[in-house]
């Protein structure tokens, strides 16, 4: 089963699973069901926008900057750069 | 220049941390509990009328929509400017040799 399979037929299952609630086809208690199923999906689309956030900030939080990388990086570059000029290429 | 994990990185990924944080356990109260709660708890003051629960994240949307909309289409139309000058361009430098 793909991922796509897989993300489409939870949708589906949620998506159905909602459908139920909203259109009133299983009888839930009053206070639920007049102001609790309709703002269901605006309250989801807020979730997910505050656990991205939330994920964004502790990825900032979290990162630390690796010197001996960056060092290798710049060798890379430097060597890169030099093969190209012997080949004729424009460098920067 | 091999500063690990700055004091303001740090600082602004934590206020990212606490805002995502507050902002859904606010919305979260705001939406699913309240309900519950009878309309003569302090609690309910501390809250606006349910209706903004529903026109604020829509107005956001709409807004955010709007702005990348607007900055998807300035960016194509410069580009387009751009590819036509180079064809018109290369039509004159035809013409003239």
């Known amino acids: 089963m793909t991922r796509a399979q897989q993300t489409l037929s939870i949708g589906l299952l949620v998506a159905s699973v909602y459908m139920v609630a909203f259109l009133g086809l299983a009888p839930l208690p009053a206070v639920i069901q007049n102001e609790l199923i309709p703002v269901l999906p605006i309250w989801a689309i807020v979730s997910f926008g505050a656990y991205l956030l939330f994920k964004l900030g502790y990825g900032v939080l979290t990162f630390n900057d690796v010197p001996e990388a960056r060092a290798e990086l710049m060798r890379e570059i430097q060597e890169a750069r030099e093969e190209l000029k012997k080949k004729g290429v424009e460098v920067d | ?97």
């Open chain 2, 1 to 97: 220049m091999a500063v690990n994990n700055t004091l303001l990185d740090r600082l602004v990924g934590l206020a990212m941390l606490a805002l995502a944080s507050a902002v859904f356990l606010y919305y979260t109260i705001w939406t699913l509990l309240l309900p519950f709660v009878d309309d003569s708890h302090p609690l309910q003051s501390a809250f606006p009328p349910r209706v903004w629960a529903i026109r604020i994240p829509v107005i956001l949307l709409l807004l955010g929509g709007a702005v990348v909309g607007s900055f998807l289409s300035v960016v194509m139309i410069r580009s387009n400017r751009k590819k036509a000058l180079k064809a018109r361009q290369k039509e004159a430098g035809k013409k003239s040799s």
